[in-house]
């Protein structure tokens, strides 16, 4: 499968997979990488007919050493651990509770710092979570919490010591609605935005260290 450039109306030049625009001016894209972005896309929609994904970064501590995969398998199970402790909380108190299965999405990157990043994108059941909630409050019950508190356990830090690691780009949710008129839309803006971590440049190979994960159904 490979992807190709070509005239989108009334846009400048764009790259496209398949039927989706992907980034243009970034470089060469994986098109394996896209492949697996849009069948967890697909896959997450199909569970969730409404979807919200999140998009966030995550920073390693100054001279940490530990840099391999692992890192983002731990994250993600402590992640899905608050998840459902969350809904098991809310059942208890008799609150109505939606089946929620969190996939994923992360790349890792080593521009011009001593330490890679990670890229990161979850996909959660909208009638669970529709919100991010609010960025700075680590005792919140919200997901940006989570996630912060998701990283510090990865980390073995309190949250307090991993001020400013956790980063929440501008625009950093997308809700997809199989059921909305604007679905394609919505679709495709968030397939164009993943659409960059498929990107080659910048990643590392051959340090025994994957460089692309996501869910593996």
């Known amino acids: 499968m490979v992807y190709k450039k070509l005239v989108i109306a009334n846009t400048p030049e764009a790259e496209q997979f398949t039927s989706y625009p992907v980034l243009s001016n970034i470089g060469p894209l994986s098109p394996y990488y ?19 994904a999140i998009r966030f970064d995550l920073h390693l501590p100054c001279g940490y050493g530990d840099v ?12 899905k651990a608050q998840i459902k402790a969350d ?8 609150k109505r509770v939606h089946h929620c299965n969190m996939r994923y999405i992360w790349a890792r990157e080593r521009a011009d710092s001593d ?9 959660l059941n909208h009638d669970s979570y529709h919100t991010l909630g609010v960025y700075v ?15 510090a356990s990865t ?9 400013g690691l956790v980063h929440f780009p501008a625009n950093p949710t997308y809700s997809v609605n199989v059921n909305s008129p604007d679905f394609w839309a919505m ?20 340090i025994h260290s994957r460089s692309f994960g996501c869910s593996l159904k």
């Open 34 to 52: 896209l492949d697996r972005i849009l069948t967890i896309v697909d896959r997450a929609l199909a569970d969730h007919p409404r979807t919200l």
């Open 68 to 79: 391999g995969s692992d890192l983002m398998t731990k994250f993600v199970e402590s992640l």
């Open 87 to 94: 809904l098991h909380r809310r059942a208890a108190q008799g």
């Open 115 to 123: 330490s890679p990043h990670f890229h990161v994108v979850i996909l």
């Open 137 to 151: 409050d680590d005792q919140a019950r919200n997901m940006a919490s989570r996630i912060r508190k998701a990283w």
């Open 155 to 163: 980390l073995r830090r309190l949250p307090e010591e991993i001020l």
């Open 187 to 206: 679709k495709t803006d968030l397939f164009r935005r993943l659409s960059y971590f498929a990107k080659l440049d910048t990643k590392e190979y051959g």
